[in-house]
């Protein structure tokens, strides 16, 4: 009868061991499941608790130094309406180079999107959505303006009315 309380006992550890699952004490002596390590824990040194994060940097904007600009109208220096701001172009340091402004047409028919240097933008008086941004070209220098087109190379209207290529880097 003793061997056969072994032989239980036996198939019972491989059963147990086969599925996945070792036997532990708890701190009343009765047993109970413990999970098994799993294969990138085995060799692993005993996981030691994280420390929590370092709490965020908070930075406070005043309401009336910082505003939204895509969609904003924009109005050249003689208070020509020259469209309105639909998107920022950034370089890969995240350096904002330029925005896209819709040109042009009427309730968005005859439309299209130019391409127009950060630098040539004023912001003076944006304090609420109804305020313009003021650019820095002519209403005959935009229309000049080659029309942008996504997965294009950009074309960037300058201020200046120089145009320079932007140095991609590897």
Known sequence: ???????????????????????????????????????????????????????????IIGARDAHGVLGRDVRSAADENMGHILDVI???????????????????????????????????????KSDSITLELTKEQVTAAPEYKEDKPVVVLGASGILQPLQSGP
């Not at 370089?91 to 999107?113: C, M, Q």
């Open 1 to 59: 009868m003793r061997a056969r309380r072994q032989f239980i006992f036996v198939g019972l550890a491989m059963a147990t061991s086969a599925a996945g699952t070792s036997w532990a004490q708890n701190e009343t002596g009765s047993p109970q499941a413990a999970p098994r390590p799993s294969a990138s824990q085995a060799g692993a040194p005993p996981a030691t608790a994280k420390e929590p994060a370092p709490p965020p940097s908070i930075t």
């Open 90 to 128: 950034v370089d890969r340091a995240g350096v904002v180079r330029a925005a896209v402004i819709d040109f042009g047409g009427f309730l968005g028919v005859g439309s299209r999107k130019i391409v127009v240097d950060w630098s040539a933008l004023h912001f003076g008086r944006v304090a609420n």
